[in-house]
């Protein structure tokens, strides 16, 4: 069985499933530069041999390939909030390019582009009885948002971005319901242009935070409750559960300090062990039973990321975000595995 | 930044969240009550349910979670208080209560209203362990009334940052046994209006009026260097022979703070020094190393710079 990967030559994602390749005495992946997809210079179809297997991974954090997405022919800043909401548009048209090739992905392109939408991922859960935060809807304004707030009796909520990730474009806000307002945030806003920053920053202003969800709402938001979450070592943590081939696997809690517990912004780690032996395992077996329930809403992926949190008490679990790309957790091992040696696996290799 | 942890141990005991499938009470057991996410009914209806149980005549500590709506509504704190003054007789063997174990995640603690707690002072003449978190921004904040209680060995309030008025009770409280007071003066800009002057009576009296006095935190402090030099001069001299530990802990403390310190010969006279989470430099924690006594100067702190301008924030400054 041979490999064929979509991603960005050089890139530490390619890198690391050809390793994992290598482990099991296979040849490296046949690589198809996203770039060159996007750009028309290639198609899917003159790489693809009957029998072979097609992973697609992520564009990352290639700022031509981006340019290209969006195709409003310049490059980025570095952190610019860069139009995600065309930038998805343009991925959603690669993927129906590539949904059109004959033969067989490791995750369906279709389910990825549901993956890449916070609004549509949440509400198949939510049809399939899953706990999530309550919706609040699209805000583009602070008194919408109090609004949407109020009218479910929420105090506290996450404004984001529809189709951002690595909580780029992430607002939380709360207020204590007699008028002040607090927020918490990775945009900077300089001059008319938005840029994400790995520090987070607070704002009290009812002036600045309104002026923020103006800023932002022309790049398609979603909002929903911001659920407590519980703590560990000192921290608030979630955690990052990956499912491969419908089963749990790798799981990291991610510690922070503030409302943003991804782990660009440089927080803190623990490990399945720890978290299992704080928690017991009542509160795992549900955790497990969760991840498992979500990953059968995308029956098409082999494997998928799950941003998962308890709330104080460890009694209470809630499904905020999925991911088509969440398997990037250098370092994390399942039963001495690699996320993509465990991968490899679940697809039947060595073969 | 804030609190992050929900208690796991109080006064020696584990802390476990009391629910109706919690099984038998243990008497050896701190047991919180708390709303959660989408419960049903209010806090006063689970503390209800809680005191049916078969032994809760036996439990001497108790920890108050998340009761509702922690800013205002309906269910305040005042509301708590009562109910929890009512049950009196529910729980003969109450001696530790603490009010308010909320994270940063489930509310401000700035924004926690909080209420007159003295009618759990007199429902509760046992107590003899007492902490409060929560904030002094509004209208309806934090009073211990005239307290006078006869057992009580500790006292902790946690904000983020302290009213004079409250300050004002405790210096004037009657508390015999009183062996551990902790308070978090916090910042102005969350209600801490107490400058070192307003302490004037705990820095030089406190020994006198709670002869049992053994620790004393005033933590979290935007004005910690400035309280140093009140600890470090000649009226404070007898409270530090008195006590042995002074805990000046996740405040603005920095250079002129610990040099007072240094140069105050009563200093050497405490068993423990703790001011972790600090700006003090390396050089002069070196220095502080030479005394002689135990010294806690973990988790040291850089100022943040905006141009020339430098700043200090304390630990529980959201």
């Known amino acids: 069985m041979r490999l064929v990967v979509i991603g960005n030559p050089g890139s ?31 198609e ?15 564009l990352g954090r290639d700022a031509a390939v981006e340019a290209a997405l969006v195709g409003v022919g310049y490059v980025a800043e570095r952190g610019e909030l860069f139009f995600p909401a065309r930038w998805y548009a343009g991925f959603c048209r690669v993927l129906a ?81 007699k008028g002040r307002w607090k927020g918490y945030t990775t945009v900077e806003q300089v001059g008319g242009t938005l840029f994400n920053s790995r520090r987070i920053r607070e704002i009290e202003s009812t002036d600045a935070l309104d002026s923020l969800l103006c800023a932002l709402a022309p790049h398609t938001l979603h909002a929903e409750e911001w659920l407590p979450k519980a703590s560990l070592q000192n921290s608030a943590f979630d955690l990052r559960a990956l499912v491969i081939g419908g089963k749990l696997h790798h799981v990291v809690a991610r510690l922070s300090q503030s409302p943003m517990t991804n782990l660009h912004l440089l927080n803190k780690r623990a490990d399945a062990a720890t978290v299992r032996e704080r928690v017991g395992s009542a509160a795992w077996d ?31 679990l809630a499904l905020l975000e999925a991911k088509a790309f969440g398997d990037l957790l250098p370092g994390t091992l399942h039963k001495g595995k690699t996320t993509y040696e465990a991968q490899l696996e679940a697809l039947g290799f060595p073969c | 930044m804030g609190f992050y942890n929900n208690l796991e141990t109080w006064q020696g005991l584990s802390v476990v969240d009391w629910t109706p ?6 008497a050896e057991t701190a047991y919180r009550i708390r709303l959660e996410w989408e419960d049903e009914g209010t806090w006063a209806d689970r503390f209800a349910q809680f005191l049916e149980q078969p032994g809760v005549k036996t439990i001497t500590t108790l920890v108050v979670g998340a009761w509702g709506a922690l800013t205002d509504g309906d269910e305040t704190l005042t509301s708590v208080v009562e109910v929890l003054a009512g049950a009196r007789e529910h729980l003969p063997a109450l001696t530790a209560l603490f009010l308010g174990d909320i994270t940063s995640e489930e509310c401000e603690v700035s924004w926690i209203a909080l209420a007159d707690v003295s009618p759990l002072f007199h429902a509760y003449p046992k107590f003899e362990h007492f902490a409060v978190r ?73 020994h006198e009026k709670w002869p049992k006095l053994r620790y004393l935190g005033l933590r979290d402090y935007d004005r910690a260097d400035e309280l140093a030099g009140h600890l470090a001069s000649k009226s404070s001299e007898p409270l530090l022979h008195h006590i042995e530990t002074l805990d000046l802990s996740l405040g603005t403390l920095g250079n002129s703070g610990a040099t007072a310190l240094l140069e105050c ?3 050497t006279t405490l068993k423990k020094l703790d001011i972790h989470y600090h700006f003090v430099t390396e050089a002069t924690v070196t220095k502080l190393m030479t005394l002689g006594i135990e010294l806690d100067a973990s988790d040291p702190q850089e100022p943040d710079k905006d141009g020339d301008e430098e700043w200090r924030y304390v630990a529980v400054s959201e």
């Open chain 1, 12 to 42: 530490n994602r390619v890198g690391f499933l050809n390793e994992a390749l290598q482990r099991y005495g296979q040849p490296d992946a046949v690589l198809v530069p996203w770039r060159e997809l996007i750009e028309g210079r290639t």
């Open chain 1, 44 to 58: 899917l179809s003159a790489h693809v041999q009957p029998g072979d297997l097609v992973r697609i991974e992520s």
């Open chain 1, 97 to 177: 390019q590539l949904a059109a090739t004959p033969c067989h992905f490791t995750s369906a392109p279709c389910e990825i582009i549901t993956l890449f939408d916070k609004r549509a991922t949440q509400q198949r859960f939510a049809e399939a009885g899953l706990t999530i935060p309550r919706s609040l809807g699209a805000h583009g304004s602070l008194p919408e948002l109090a609004e949407a707030m109020s009218t479910l009796g929420v105090r506290q909520a996450f404004v984001k971005l529809a189709h951002g990730s690595s909580a780029s474009g992430a607002l939380a806000i709360r207020t204590d319901g």
């Open chain 1, 286 to 316: 549900a955790l497990t039973e969760l991840a498992e329930r979500a990953a059968q809403c995308f029956p098409k992926c082999l494997h998928l990321g799950l941003d998962v949190m308890w709330l104080p008490g460890f009694r209470k």
């Open chain 2, 21 to 26: 499938e919690s099984g038998p009470l243990s």
């Open chain 2, 134 to 206: 929560g904030g002094m921004r509004d209208e309806v904040g934090l009073t211990f009334g005239v307290l006078k209680h006869a057992h009580l060995k500790s006292l902790a309030v946690e904000t983020g940052g302290l009213a004079v008025s409250v300050i004002e009770e405790i210096s004037i409280a009657e508390l015999p046994e009183l062996e551990h007071l902790e308070l978090y003066l916090g910042t102005e800009r969350y209600g801490g209006d107490a400058t070192p002057d307003d302490l004037h009576t705990i820095l030089t009296q406190a």
């Open chain 2, 265 to 267: 010969p009563a200093i």
